[in-house]
């Protein structure tokens, strides 16, 4: 236990250094400019097409959401998964790429502790540009009337939990497929079109909704909604929070269970 | 677990390639031996008019055709190493699309919507409104990847052979662009074009239509990569030019919403960039039932985009290049 605790650590820090010696700016607003603009659009929107006013059959599926509320809490949970899948996903390929994964198979460190210090890092990073974006919220005048911070916080949990169970997964496909690029934006695209980010997912057609039940940042997003939108107690939200869990354990142990022959794989192809 | 692997096991169709390599090999063979020991022509520099006239007349042509098949081959051999890249290039746009639809559904099916915005009320002329979108989009975005690619050849060393070949510098980031566009965006024209005709939301006011809004999309969208292409090759750091041009684009060109809803300063800005006025035209011409007389002064602007864009790309070749021959660093200032 010990033992795994310094690889993490060690992990962490490593990347830590690294990237704050060459921070990788124009990525990081690059990604912030996606939340930026997703709320953008629905403002002026809003304010110029819809007069203020929205349909009745979205406040009627959100429960009385108010629409800007709505999209600010999506896109944050958006850029949180994205940044934090391009991050934590693409560890095992970057380390491929930059030379290094043969190294890493050698080392006498597991696999799980070197990804959740990764994670760990990326965890840091996202809460600060996220934090940037909530700011970009509050400038626009989108507030929480109601947030109850003990559910908030489960939120929070449940989404890192899914968003690292997926990137072990993703990461795995990734050093098989030896590039990053098309698994991850369709990625990036299914979750922002089936999980509930910017509309409620009840808009989609019933296979699309058996879909996006299969991704655990749907359940997640739903309990970071009810905390932070209608100030729901952590009670009201268990039935998603453990949805959200139990699905994460599945990717988690998929990921696990396909890491080792995806390392095999990705090193036999690279002599 | 069979992912594809760097080395496909189905290569791209040969057909296609064995066709383009034909069209460029037969481009590099110069249509007279004499056309060997000629020095390369300069940008800027006009050859003394020669006696047979009538081969003049069709060189600049055929020299441009060569650049364009070679540049075409290249971009086919860098962008479809894989075949997933296909299915990527079709089911982003459409996954984006209706994520955006469904985003803006709320606002337009408001009761307060339809007043302002008309198209709004019917959920297929939104559609149709969002899809102009995304296939414009789909068209410059393209330059904007094949411009950041470009600027690869400046780091893996290419780019000196490029301004060594005898291909007109112009020419030359005319055909990446060109070469760019039809690899990505063919399949999605095709596409939105049949679901178009199928979903039965274009209103039109003739067949003559079709051809204009193509080149008003073409034409501008191969300047604009002109230009880019030009700035690239002059430029250290292409990644913030992807970030700057990514999103900010569809945000201020209008294409996931209409022009009026931008405030004053993000439409001047919009203004600037050819993918608002060829906007502007398609969604005239395919969703508004304009004729020619209501089309011509948005077309009008367009073309004198196109040659001002065409006109700074040429610029800034030439004075890169000046620069790179006294200094020896590839820099526009």
């Given amino acids: 236990m010990g033992e795994q605790m310094s690889v993490a650590w060690a992990t962490l820090r490593r990347t ?3 990237t704050f010696r060459a921070y990788p700016w124009s990525y990081a607003v690059g990604c912030l400019l ?18 203020g006013s929205v349909a009745e059959d979205f406040t009627a599926r959100t ?21 934090m899948l391009l991050w934590s996903s693409k560890a095992l390929i970057t380390e491929q790429r930059q030379g290094t994964l043969g190294a890493l198979l050698i080392a006498p460190a597991g696999r799980l502790p070197y990804l959740l210090g990764f994670t760990g890092f990326a965890l840091l990073n996202t809460a600060v540009e ?12 989108v507030t929480l009337p109601a947030w109850h911070p003990l559910a908030a916080l489960a939120g929070l949990l449940a989404l890192s939990a899914a968003v690292f169970a997926v990137a072990v997964l993703l990461g795995a496909l990734m050093i098989v497929a030896g590039e990053a690029h098309i698994s991850q934006n369709t990625v990036f695209l299914a979750v922002s079109l089936l999980c509930g980010i ?30 932070l939108g209608r100030g729901q107690p952590l009670t009201e939200l268990t039935a998603r929070l453990v949805t959200c869990l139990a ?25 | 677990m069979t992912g594809p692997s760097t080395r496909p096991a189905h290569p791209a169709p040969p057909s296609v390639e064995l066709l383009l390599l034909a069209a460029a090999d037969r481009g590099a063979r110069p249509p007279h031996p004499v056309g060997r020991t000629l020095p390369p022509p300069r940008p800027g520099t006009r ?23 070679a540049e075409a081959l290249k971009q086919h051999r860098t962008l479809f190493g894989q075949p997933l890249v296909l299915a990527s290039m079709l089911v982003w746009p459409v996954l984006q699309l209706a994520a955006t639809y469904y985003t803006l559904h709320p606002i337009a099916a408001g009761s307060a919507a339809a007043a302002r915005w008309p198209l709004a009320a019917d959920p297929a002329k939104l559609l149709g409104f969002l899809a102009t979108g995304a296939l414009a989009w789909a068209f410059f975005f393209s330059l904007v990847q094949s411009a950041w690619n470009f600027a690869y050849e400046r780091t893996t060393g290419t780019l000196e052979l490029l301004f060594l070949s005898p291909a007109d510098r112009l020419v030359l980031m005319l ?10 965006a063919w399949l999605l024209t095709c596409f939105l074009g049949a679901a178009a005709f199928g979903f039965g939301s274009l209103d039109v006011a003739g067949p003559w239509v079709y051809p204009v809004v193509l080149l008003a999309l073409l034409l501008p969208a191969v300047a604009w990569g002109a230009l880019l292409n030009s700035l690239m090759v002059f430029s250290r750091d292409s990644t913030f030019v992807y970030t700057v041009l990514d999103d900010p684009m569809w945000f201020v060109a209008g294409v996931r919403l209409p022009v009026f809803a931008l405030p004053g300063v993000l439409r001047m800005l919009g203004a600037a960039l050819p993918l608002t006025g060829s906007l502007a035209v398609v969604r005239g011409a395919l969703l508004e039932r304009e004729g020619f007389g209501e089309l011509a002064p948005g077309l009008g602007r367009l073309a004198v985009l196109c040659v001002l864009l065409l006109a700074c790309a040429a610029l800034a070749l030439r004075l890169g290049e000046a620069r790179a021959q006294r200094t020896g660093g590839l820099r526009l200032s």
């Fill in chain 1, 16 to 18: 830590w250094t690294m």
């Fill in chain 1, 34 to 51: 996606i939340g930026v603009f997703t709320l953008g659009l629905s403002y002026l929107g809003l304010h110029a097409i819809g007069g």
């Fill in chain 1, 63 to 83: 429960g009385g959401a108010d629409y800007l509320g709505y999209i600010a809490i999506g896109a944050a949970g958006y850029m949180f998964t994205v940044r």
């Fill in chain 1, 130 to 141: 996220v934090g940037l974006l909530g700011g970009f919220a509050a400038v626009l005048g």
């Fill in chain 1, 198 to 227: 910017t509309f409620p997912n009840s808009y989609l057609p019933v296979p699309a909704r058996w879909l996006a039940e299969l991704l655990p940042v749907t359940s997640a997003m739903d309990v970071l909604r009810g905390a």
């Fill in chain 1, 247 to 271: 699905l994460s354990l599945g990717y988690l142990l998929l990921g696990l269970r396909l890491l080792p022959a995806a390392e095999r794989r990705a090193a036999e192809r690279s002599f």
């Fill in chain 2, 47 to 69: 050859r003394p008019p020669r006696p047979d006239g009538d081969r003049l007349a069709t060189r600049p042509l055929r020299h441009a055709g060569k650049v364009f098949a």
């Fill in chain 2, 175 to 184: 055909a990446n662009g060109a070469g760019a566009l039809l690899q990505n």
